[in-house]
């Protein structure tokens, strides 16, 4: 890949990152419910899934799941967990202590890879972006498509970053008022009710 095909790519992505959508509006509602912490850790979970999608370009298996039953199969059950946890953000109660402590990282890292790795609209989004800056005349195919995909994590990695810490930011204040805390779980739920009907329809 030449320098010029580089750096159109890093700039096409951190203008993807930037742009307001699922992932990162999923970071900084997360981050202000329980943390700049969680949401960070929230972020690494995400990228990880994005490593999948990047395999999975790198290996040609993508160009199954959009003709066979795995596709449905995939956005059946990430609208579903995306479902479950709406259900979570709508019955939580607001706290007094630190919200951070109320889901473990483990827990937290799982959220961001079910919700990066079962979204089949990523995968077909991966599959036609990459492609785009690998040379036509490539031998290494698999190994330039990785390299992109892990640049574009990378990248994804420090932007969401900066959305947790601002998001973290607004989770100091709400800790003092149990009333926001009950409307942003409300809102939370809504963004992941949102989330469950993008990704069937």
């Known amino acids: ?11 096409a992505s951190i203008a993807l990152d930037l742009a307001p959508g699922p992932d990162n509006v999923f970071v900084l509602t997360q981050s202000a419910l329980h943390g700049k912490k969680a949401g960070v850790i929230v972020t690494l979970g995400l990228c990880t899934g994005l490593i999948f999608h990047t395999t999975l370009v790198a290996l ?23 479902l479950y946890l709406a259900y979570q953000a709508y019955s939580a109660k607001p706290v007094t202590t630190d919200a951070s402590l109320t889901l473990s990282h ?28 690998i040379p036509a005349d490539s031998s290494s195919y698999a190994a330039d498509a990785f390299i992109l ?10 932007i969401f970053i900066g959305i947790a810490y601002m998001g973290g930011a607004l989770q100091q204040r709400l800790k003092s008022s149990p009333h926001i805390q009950l409307m942003l779980n409300r809102m939370a739920a809504f963004v992941f009710v949102l989330l469950a009907l993008n990704l069937l329809f």
């Open 149 to 158: 995909g892990v640049l574009f994590a990378v990248i994804a990695l420090c």
């Open 60 to 82: 040609g298996v993508t160009v199954i799941l959009q003709s066979s039953w795995a596709f449905s199969a995939l956005k059946l059950f990430g609208a579903g967990y995306f």
């Open 1 to 11: 890949m030449s320098v010029e095909a580089l750096s159109l790519f890093i700039l």
């Open 106 to 133: 483990f827990a937290l890292y799982q959220r961001g890879i079910i919700m990066s790795s079962t979204n089949p609209k990523l995968l077909l989004f991966f599959l036609a972006f990459l492609p785009q800056f």
